[in-house]
């Protein structure tokens, strides 16, 4: 079975500081890992993904996520926090050889960030 | 480009009424379609998932089914709605197995 782990309920960080949101997965072979964002009442938007290739993804917004397969991590972090990057963000991951066709998700982790 | 609608956005329905929810998907062909809860704003639990016209597969055993009458439309439903299936439901879609998922606006749904 895979699954998801975001230890943080919640992160708070300055404006102009930079953040850093973590997330470790568990799977059955090689992975699929994702981030998406969700603000209040809305849906989950794509922010970025890793599927193979270089370890340091860049996505939308200014984020980005460092895959670290001995860790088998994949943290989001981003260099310069603005106020309006408070929302949650949701790690997922995917097996690549699995039929399940789906990801699962983490608990979530809310970002805080303070003017 | 691709577009995926939910709808309604809100519903209050009381306990043991029936539920339909309708999600759509227009730009694509043969999608993957899912369908996801969230409950207290936080974690996402997978409920359904379908591959092609009439095939559901079930993640959670409960008193929810789903349908998949068309290539783009996912139906969500149950005959007596429990107070806990207050959430907010989440409809997506894929196409490619690496790309990820694409989620709709939701529905919140409270059963009182």
């Known amino acids: 079975a895979q699954s998801v782990a975001q230890p943080e309920d919640q992160v708070n960080v300055a404006e102009g500081n930079p953040l850093t949101v973590k997330c470790t997965y568990s799977?059955?072979?090689?992975?699929?890992l994702f981030w998406y964002v969700q603000y209040p009442n809305r849906g989950l938007q794509f922010l970025l993904k890793?599927?193979?290739?270089?370890?340091l993804v860049k996505g939308s917004y200014g984020f980005e996520a460092e895959f670290n397969k001995s860790q088998t991590s994949f943290h989001l972090k981003k260099p310069s926090a603005l106020v309006s990057d408070s929302a949650l963000y949701f790690c997922?991951?995917?097996?690549?050889?699995?039929?399940?066709?789906?990801?699962?998700f983490g608990s979530g982790t809310r970002l805080q960030v303070q003017p | 480009s691709q577009t995926i609608h939910q709808w309604p956005a809100t519903l209050v329905q009381p306990v043991g009424s029936p539920l339909s929810l309708e999600c759509t998907v227009e730009?694509?062909?043969?999608?993957?379609l899912y369908w996801y809860r969230q409950a207290a704003g936080r974690g996402l639990q997978l409920l359904f998932y379908?591959?092609?016209?009439?095939?559901i597969s079930s993640e959670v055993p409960q008193n929810l089914s789903a349908s998949r009458p068309q290539d783009r439309q996912f139906i969500l439903s149950s005959k007596k709605l429990l107070l806990s299936d207050s959430g907010f439901y989440l409809c997506?879609?894929?196409?490619?197995?690496?790309?990820?998922?694409?989620f709709g606006p939701g529905t919140r749904l409270t059963v009182l």
């Open positions: 890793y599927i193979t290739g270089d370890n």
């Open positions: 379908s591959v092609g016209i009439g095939q």
């Open positions: 997922a991951v995917s097996a690549m050889d699995t039929g399940r066709r789906a990801l699962t």
């Open positions: 730009g694509t062909s043969n999608p993957n």
């Open positions: 799977v059955s072979g090689n992975p699929y």
């Open positions: 997506a879609w894929s196409v490619l197995e690496a790309g990820g998922l694409y």
